[in-house]
């Protein structure tokens, strides 16, 4: 079995943004020249997510409010340290940590819509994400 990682790098405009991802991790793929296997695309960040879903604006701003439904602001004990990005600790684990997706054919192995996407919610800074592509 053969193993090709990249790390994407990216630099949100917004505190809390979600990015389409999937041309630079299909970039990886066909790089990596792995055929059949899978990929894994894990964000690095305990302030963000990385999960498959359709590219609907509409979806987007559904899950901001969401998020912010279930995460209100408020005067969370982890903000006490100084920070003040508890809201994001919280939304990263009601979204997720990382995605794995099959690869077949050298190719996303996906339903008719589905889409990575990056979220970030505690943005405006230099950041990472792992593309590991694993198999033959």
Do not use: C
Not at 12 to 25: G, L, Q
Not at 28 to 57: C, F, Q, R, W
Not at 75 to 99: C, Q, V, W
């Amino acid at each position: 079995m053969k193993s090709f990682t990249e790390y994407l790098k990216i630099k949100t405009k917004n505190r809390i943004e979600f990015i389409n991802i999937t041309e630079e991790v299909e970039r990886v793929i066909k790089k990596s020249k792995i055929k059949e296997g899978l990929v894994l695309v894990n964000p690095m960040h305990i302030t963000a997510s990385v999960y498959i879903n359709d590219a609907e604006s509409g979806l987007i701003e559904d899950y901001k409010e969401w998020l912010r439904k279930l995460v209100p602001d408020k005067d969370y004990k982890h903000n006490l340290t100084g920070e003040d990005n508890a809201f994001s600790h919280l939304m990263r684990t009601i979204m997720g940590r990382e995605s794995t997706i099959a690869v077949t054919n050298g190719k996303l192995d996906f339903g008719v819509w589905e889409q990575i996407y990056y979220a970030e919610f505690d943005g405006q800074r230099d950041k990472k994400i792992l593309v590991k592509v694993l198999g033959e």
